[in-house]
């Protein structure tokens, strides 16, 4: 991973645009069909390096083991196989295999851009995105190694929060969604709309979760989110203020900093509860699942 290839290689450029139509969007890939979803999650504290691994399928969740990491990564992104860290401030991290609930180190870089404000993985593809600047980065993240794909100048700017099921990109800003198909190391737009607030979004293998905090509540919407299309957007209830929302290719995890947490299911746009978690560890900074 070296600067260049994610600074200031050039090439065509797909446009996020607010509304309207966009150009027409690849067939899905068979890579979602054709591989086994993942169910690893991690769990990491940013001024400790400590950090955590698991399984969570069917709402279920099973730990695996605890080990340390550098200190300070501020992103993390994980797809099928494999799982990326990234400190945005540094331009530091590293890659890795992450499956069955286990992470094995791959490559480590120090020369990363800087900058980057939002990181999120499909099921083989990596996207990383700057919502000051407008510019984004994608390539492939399988088998423990990020490769480079294509350098991008104009999505718009100001996305607040993105999410990724295996084979498509949703981005959030206000009222304002837009999406697209996230693979073979590339976005290509397909379309975008205006609806109801949707706040931080989350995505399991097929589904989108978006909450949206309305006083001393968050509003729960879901949609279907396949093959670069995010279907219709349906509020399911309100629930009560979450720090952070982890995924599996299955499954949800909310967690506060204090260490209450829940499990749910979502999938093909359905959602349904599991029950809370005892005895998790406080001060998870990032909660990172496969897809």
Not at 144 to 162: A, L, V
Not at 230 to 259: A, H, N, P
Request: proline fraction near 2%; hydrophobic fraction near 35%.
């Amino acid at each position: 991973m070296r600067k260049s290839l994610v600074a200031t290689l050039a090439g065509s450029v797909v446009a996020l645009l607010l509304a309207g139509p966009g150009p027409t969007a690849s067939a899905a890939s068979s890579y979602c069909e054709d591989t086994t979803p993942n169910s690893s999650i991690l769990f990491y504290k940013r001024s400790t390096g400590e950090a955590a691994t698991g399984t969570l399928s069917d709402g279920r969740w099973q730990y695996k083991t605890a080990f340390d990491l550098p200190t300070g990564y501020t992103h993390a992104a994980a797809s099928r196989d494999s799982i990326v860290l990234y400190n945005t401030n540094t331009g530091a991290g590293e890659a890795g295999t992450f499956e069955a609930g286990r992470y094995e180190q791959v490559q480590s870089f120090d020369d990363f851009s800087r900058g980057w404000t939002h990181v999120e993985a499909a099921g083989d593809t990596v996207l990383f995105y700057n919502s000051r600047t407008g510019q984004g980065v994608t390539g492939t993240l399988t088998g423990g190694e990020y490769q480079h794909g294509q350098f991008y100048s104009t999505f718009s700017k100001g996305w607040s929060s993105i999410a990724a099921s295996c084979d498509t990109a949703a981005f959030a800003a206000g009222n304002r969604l837009g999406f697209g198909t996230l693979q073979d190391g590339l976005y290509t737009h397909q379309g975008a709309r205006n609806g109801a607030p949707l706040g931080t979004l989350t995505a399991t293998e097929d589904s989108l979760l978006a909450l949206a905090r309305t006083g001393s509540r968050l509003q729960a919407r879901v949609a279907t989110a396949t093959d670069g299309s995010v279907g219709t957007v349906r509020g399911i209830g309100t629930t009560g203020l979450w720090d952070k929302v982890g995924r599996t290719s299955d499954s949800l995890f909310f967690y506060k900093t204090d260490g209450t947490a829940w499990t749910s299911t979502l999938t093909d746009g359905n959602y349904a509860n599991v029950g809370s978690l005892a005895n998790v560890s406080s001060g998870w900074t990032l909660i990172e699942g496969g897809v």
